[in-house]
């Protein structure tokens, strides 16, 4: 049985795999729609970091640990943001600036 210790490490070797998919999506010149409203965006990442989990680990896991996955994804997906077209970002930036 893995220790509590080695069950988050795991957990962010995982999203840091799913990180690599994102960079690369972003260097191919494309971009994640993200929602204008700053809770959305939150409640998003909230989740894509807890769909990443295994159902075993979420008991596990602490909430800092899930606080780095959350950092780590929202500021890949972020940095996308430009690469969408500029009706999106007009309309994302009227509640947000980037």
Known sequence: MATPEEIQERYLERV???????????????????????????RLMESLARAIA???????LKP?????AIDRLSSLVESMQPHLPHDV??????????
């Open 16 to 42: 840091e795999r799913r990180a690599t998919f994102l960079v690369t999506i972003e260097h191919s010149g494309l971009g994640i729609y993200l929602p204008s409203e700053e809770r959305q965006r939150v």
């Open 54 to 60: 295994r159902p075993s680990e979420l008991p596990v």
């Open 64 to 68: 800092e640990t899930i606080r780095k």
């Open 89 to 98: 970002q007009y309309r994302n930036r009227i509640r947000r600036d980037w």
